[in-house]
Nanobody, 125 residues
Framework: QAQLDESGGGLVQAGGSLRRSCAASGRTFSHYAMGWFRQAPGKEREFVAA????????YYTDSVRGRFTISRDNARSTVYLQMNSLKPEDTAVYFC??????????????????WGQGTQVTVSS
């Protein structure tokens, strides 16, 4: 069982930046691919970014590619999401997640076994 503890959300103006962190405990972090998802009010949860267990492969949804960067530090058991050039449409609750089954990285929600509690990110115009 892995526990995921998120931090770094908040309120920012359009064009600003935020960095999300997600610290894992309970299992060997380096055995998991990690991902970030988000859910806006009235919408389904959607894929944002993913990173393989080694950190060698990363994946992004088209709407954030070039603005967001996912990275991981296996020594610290932490995955990060650097969000730059934020837009009001990025407003959502952001979740980190861990996949023990698709360690190369995946954007499919059902591939993830463990989830963080979610943290609000609000981008004002």
């Amino acid at each position: 069982q892995a526990q995921l503890d998120e931090s770094g959300g908040g309120l920012v103006q359009a064009g600003g930046s935020l960095r999300r962190s997600c610290a894992a405990s309970g299992r060997t972090f380096s055995h998991y691919a990690m991902g970030w998802f988000r859910q806006a009010p009235g919408k389904e949860r959607e894929f944002v970014a993913a990173i393989s267990w080694t950190g060698g492969s990363t994946y992004y949804t088209d709407s954030v590619r070039g603005r967001f960067t996912i990275s991981r530090d296996n020594a610290r058991s932490t995955v990060y999401l650097q969000m730059n050039s934020l837009k009001p449409e990025d407003t959502a609750v952001y979740f980190c997640a861990a996949s023990a089954t698709v360690v190369g990285g995946t954007g499919t929600i059902s591939d993830y076994n463990y989830w963080g509690q979610g943290t609000q990110v609000t981008v004002s115009s």
